[in-house]
């Protein structure tokens, strides 16, 4: 069974950091492209980072791109969430979820995810 | 960045037909996936792909898409369709990978 389970949330002031994780089981974690969704309360569902399976390729939502940073260990099937300079707008909870098989378009396999709120 | 635009409610009496759409320029190059997302939970993969379903989504579940929109239908809705949906696709408007969802649609089963 596919599980994704997220942790590292928490409350952090204004320009504070923070590092989620997100531990894989279940499938060949090193073969699967990986993802940071976040939702903010009430709101709805905004991609925030993407990693490709050997940890080669990255990309960024423009709205956290230079405050976060996106990473892998594929020896531990485990993805991380670096995030920095963090704002109000970034209180949300944050999701890890799995691409499809393939490279593909979709996300197969969401976590639990954890709440970050920032606030003073 | 794209932007796909969704209806934010739709309702739907017991055991009728729903469509939920989706409009946004990726969808022209993009197919678009579906997740319902129940209050209190993560969301869950129910279409991708041309119209695919994932393990386990009833097949009262179907996607379509037609130019730049996408829609999914609900045939013979039931009270646990109550739900967010939400669409999704690649984002075509930038010059790097990245994903771009809808707003949601909150069906109500009456």
């Known amino acids: 069974e596919v599980q994704l389970v997220e942790s590292g949330g928490g409350l952090v002031q204004p320009g504070g950091s923070l590092r989620l994780s997100c531990a894989a089981s279940?499938?060949?974690?090193?073969?699967?492209?990986m993802n940071w969704v976040r939702q903010a309360p009430g709101k709805g569902l905004e991609w925030v980072s993407y990693?490709?399976?050997?940890?080669?390729?990255?990309y960024y939502a423009d709205s956290v791109k230079g405050r976060f940073t996106i990473s892998r260990d594929n020896a531990k099937n485990s993805l991380y969430l670096q995030m920095n300079s963090l704002r109000a707008e970034d209180t949300a909870v944050y999701y890890c979820?799995?691409?499809?098989?393939?490279?593909?378009?979709?996300?197969?396999?969401w976590g639990q995810g954890t709440l970050v709120t920032v606030s003073s | 960045s794209s932007e796909l635009t969704q209806d934010p409610a739709v309702s739907v009496a017991l055991g009728q037909t729903v469509r939920i759409t989706c409009q946004g320029d990726s969808l022209r190059s993009y197919y678009a996936s579906w997740y319902q997302q129940k209050p209190g939970q993560a969301p869950v993969l129910v279409i991708y792909g041309k119209n695919n379903r994932p393990s386990g989504i009833p097949d009262r579940f179907s996607g379509s898409s037609s130019g730049n929109t996408a829609s999914l239908t609900i045939t013979g809705a039931q009270a646990e369709d109550e739900a967010d949906y939400y669409c999704n696709s690649r984002d075509s408007s930038g010059n790097h990978l990245a994903w771009v969802f809808g707003g949601g649609t909150k069906l109500t089963v009456l």
């Open positions: 990693i490709s399976s050997s940890g080669s390729t990255i």
């Open positions: 279940g499938f060949t974690f090193s073969s699967y492209e």
């Open positions: 979820a799995r691409n499809g098989k393939g490279a593909a378009d979709y996300f197969d396999y």
